[in-house]
Every structure is written in structure tokens, then in C-alpha cells.
């Protein structure tokens, strides 16, 4: 019923930007929050940065002053600025979003996820 696509991964090196995008679409009534996750090989997944549908975000100290989560509730759809990128950064990245779908259920969708590269 739900969908989230992210795109906008791919292979930068140290200090390059990325702007990682997530399309929701399906049956969703309302969105309450969207985050964005990674997981790196034999890692926990971990949060990165989250926003609510008013607008307040959270971010993870490691990315703090270099990440920036935005939506546009508009479409449906949430972005990651990703600047000054380290070989840490490197990862999975998965979209979250917290929702109602038009059955008026609470759910937790995700996407498939995108690749993050930065060679050390």
C-alpha cells in the first residue's frame, strides 16, 4: 500500500556533497515524521536525521553541521544534504517514514535503500 524510493547515492570522494532524495506514495493518509538511516557492513543501523510534519528536525552528532534533512509535504518527500562527506559516512542509507495510511493505521514504511561511498 506504501512505497518509499530513495535515489541519489553514488561514489564521491572525501568532502564532496550528495543530495539524497525519498519519494512515500501509495495509500497514505498523513505523514508524521521521515528520517534517514544507514547501516554500514557489520554495523547497527543508525539514525541520521529525522523531521516531524512540523518541520523539526534531529540529527545524529557525527553529522551534526554537515547533514540537513528537509521535506516537502507537498510531494511526499524528504532529502538529505549531505556536505563535507567522510569515508565514515559510507553506508547504506534507508528512508523511514512514520505514517497513516488512508485505513487509518499507523505503520513504519521503509525504502530499499541507496549506496553512499567516499574512499578513505
Known amino acids: 500500500q506504501v512505497q518509499l524510493v530513495e535515489s541519489g547515492g553514488g561514489l564521491v570522494q572525501a568532502g564532496a556533497s550528495l543530495r539524497l532524495s525519498c519519494v512515500a506514495s501509495?495509500?497514505?493518509?498523513?505523514?508524521?515524521?521521515m528520517g534517514w538511516y544507514r547501516q554500514a557492513p557489520g554495523k547497527q543501523r543508525e539514525l541520521v536525521a529525522s523531521?516531524?510534519?512540523?518541520?523539526?528536525?534531529n540529527y545524529a552528532d557525527s553529522v551534526k553541521g554537515r547533514f540537513s534533512i528537509s521535506r516537502d509535504n507537498t510531494k511526499n518527500t524528504a532529502y538529505l544534504q549531505m556536505n563535507s562527506l567522510k569515508p565514515e559516512d559510507t553506508a547504506i542509507y534507508y528512508c523511514?517514514?512514520?505514517?497513516?495510511?488512508?485505513?487509518?493505521?499507523?505503520?513504519?514504511?521503509w525504502g530499499q535503500g541507496t549506496q553512499v561511498t567516499v574512499p578513505s
Open positions: 523531521i516531524t510534519s512540523g518541520g523539526s528536525t
Open positions: 501509495g495509500s497514505i493518509f498523513r505523514i508524521n515524521a
Open positions: 523511514n517514514a512514520n505514517l497513516i495510511s488512508s485505513w487509518f493505521s499507523t505503520l513504519d514504511s
